[in-house]
């Protein structure tokens, strides 16, 4: 093809945020049950993103995140949690948290706990404790992986390709650090909401 020649691609519209709730089940040759709650959320690039996946750190990752600490260590109905966001960056993204459940505990009631604590974080956003380990891994992890040439190769071509801004590099963790906790609350509210919620159970076959 002669240069110029390629057609630009178009970007695909936003999907809406699901509504009613809807539930899926699947039963399969799982070793456990498990739920897992997606919520579409905005592209990498929109303003929201971060706080949003700040929101799913404080409530899904690390072994001291809200929800490992209560439902896998403190209550024992989980054998683990997870949580992130897709970071997709063409109209709409996803985040999920998944769990799994020992013998013995219902997918519904876990997802009915998982929701709570969603709740929480929308109605008082994070502790000042919660948002701190969050902050603290976020810059371990940033200053490590700008510490090697790859890493930095890595962040340079994204900041460029996505961003289109390879100054975005030196200004994204300033601005991930600056965010607050009413942020925070603000972007789960706006898009992790239990009401826009999506539930998939998968059920061991007897």
Known sequence: LEAGSVPSQTRPKRLDKHSGHPVQRVSR??????????????????????????????LASGESSRLVRKLVRDEQIAEYVSGADFDLVRGTSMAMISAGAPLGINTDSLAEKMLNDVSEI?????????????????????????????????????????????????????????????????????????????????ERQD
């Open 122 to 202: 929308i109605e008082n956003g994070p502790t000042e404790k919660e948002l701190s380990r969050v902050m603290a891994n976020l810059e371990h992890s940033a200053l490590a992986l700008l510490g090697t040439v790859s890493g930095k190769a890595d962040e340079l071509g994204e900041a460029a390709t996505i961003y289109g801004d390879p100054e975005h590099v030196n200004t994204q963790l300033p601005k991930l650090l600056s965010i607050t906790r009413e942020q925070i609350s603000d972007a789960a509210a706006k898009w992790l909401s239990p009401e826009n919620v999506a539930e998939l159970h998968y």
């Open 29 to 58: 040759d799982v070793p456990r049950d498990a739920v897992i709650l997606t919520w579409r959320t905005p592209a990498c690039t929109h303003e929201d993103a971060p706080a949003v996946q700040l929101a799913l750190d404080v």
